[in-house]
């Protein structure tokens, strides 16, 4: 792991952060994330908000709570979904700027490419 520290982990650990990243390996999954970063939303807010159907989205909140990630509240007929974990949003922050980086390094080396043709 990145740092200063090299952390030791298990093999049990490791399953555990891979399986985290698995979570959160779906685009779906993240727009759904991204959508409740503004607040508590029902599942038809949810639904509205990342354009799937009803169905489509259920199954990712339910993969997301099922991991941690978002809480569930039942009132009456209706189902409201929130964040649970706000460090998501730091690591999804990490990976933004990572790919930030590295892609100005490729447009750097690519424009740098096209002036030498010059």
């Given at each position: 792991?990145?740092?200063?520290?090299?952390?030791?982990?298990?093999?049990?650990?490791?399953?555990?952060?891979?399986?985290?990243?698995?979570?959160?390996?779906?685009?779906?999954?993240?727009?759904?994330?991204?959508?409740?970063?503004a607040?508590?939303?029902?599942?038809?807010?949810?639904?509205?908000?990342?354009?799937?159907?009803?169905?489509?989205?259920?199954?990712?909140?339910?993969?997301?709570?099922?991991?941690?990630?978002?809480?569930?509240r039942?009132?009456?007929?209706?189902a409201y979904?929130?964040?649970?974990?706000?460090?998501?949003?730091?690591l999804?922050?990490?990976?933004?700027?990572?790919?930030?980086q590295?892609l100005?390094?490729?447009?750097?080396?690519?424009?740098?490419?096209?002036?030498?043709?010059?």
């Amino acid at each position: 792991m990145a740092g200063n520290k090299k952390r030791i982990l298990t093999p049990e650990a490791m399953n555990l952060v891979a399986a985290r990243f698995k979570v959160l390996s779906d685009p779906m999954r993240l727009r759904i994330l991204n959508a409740l970063e503004a607040g508590e939303m029902s599942v038809s807010e949810v639904t509205e908000a990342v354009d799937a159907s009803q169905p489509n989205a259920s199954k990712h909140l339910k993969t997301l709570q099922d991991a941690g990630l978002v809480l569930r509240r039942q009132d009456g007929n209706l189902a409201y979904y929130r964040i649970a974990d706000e460090t998501v949003f730091q690591l999804c922050e990490v990976v933004c700027n990572s790919l930030q980086q590295h892609l100005t390094a490729q447009a750097d080396i690519f424009t740098s490419t096209l002036r030498a043709k010059r």
